[in-house]
């Protein structure tokens, strides 16, 4: 059984799937096809350490890219932050701690960044998206940007350069906010 939850963005969501424990561990399901709103194009997996801050990232392209995201070993505090311009909560952010024992899942919809802080090594999140990687079109806004606020859970973040030299939050609304607009409008 899943329960589903709504987040303070537009069109996104957890599910929490129940876990089965027995004396050999747990099992869980943590994706049904009908609760998913999108085709299932390609699916990803990270591992980080304790401290890595992935993200924030956004595929500007038309149609843009949903996710299903999880953290199978570890733990995160995952975050989404709403670019679409015709939203009803534009710029709005959540955060969500997730960990491998809590059975959460989250959708997260097309036009909404997404990044994620481990807050434990060895932390594992698996990805299912709609579109195929594109780097032409997959965009980073800087996760530590003050405009936005974030707060990720740590004292020392590790960022790849990709991330510490992504635009900030007014750059990429400068850049963006037209194509956006008329790609995630409602």
């Known amino acids: 059984m899943m329960q589903r939850l709504n987040l303070p963005i537009h069109g996104a969501y957890t599910v929490t799937s129940e876990l089965h424990h027995d004396s050999r561990g747990y099992f869980r399901e943590w994706f049904w096809g009908g609760e998913s709103e999108f085709e299932i ?3 990803n997996l990270s591992y980080s350490k304790k401290n890595v801050i992935r993200g924030l990232h956004v595929s500007t392209a038309a149609g843009g890219q949903a996710k299903w995201i999880t953290c199978v070993t570890g733990s995160i505090n995952d975050v989404l932050l709403d670019l679409r311009p015709n939203s009803p909560t534009f710029l709005q952010k959540v ?4 960990s491998a024992g809590s059975g959460i ?3 997260i919809p097309p036009g909404v960044a997404h990044g994620f802080c481990s807050l434990e090594d060895e932390s594992v999140v698996t990805y299912l998206v709609s579109s ?6 997959e965009v980073g806004i800087y996760p530590l940007d003050p405009e936005i606020g974030i707060s990720w859970g740590v004292s020392n973040p590790i960022l ?5 030299n992504a635009m900030k939050l007014t750059e990429f609304m400068f850049k963006y906010e037209k ?5 995630f409008g409602n």
């Open 41 to 43: 194009i390609q699916g």
């Open 95 to 98: 955060a969500i701690e997730i």
């Open 105 to 107: 899942a989250v959708k």
């Open 132 to 137: 195929k990687y594109d780097h032409e079109s």
């Open 160 to 164: 790849s350069h990709k991330d510490s």
């Open 179 to 183: 194509s956006m607009e008329s790609h």
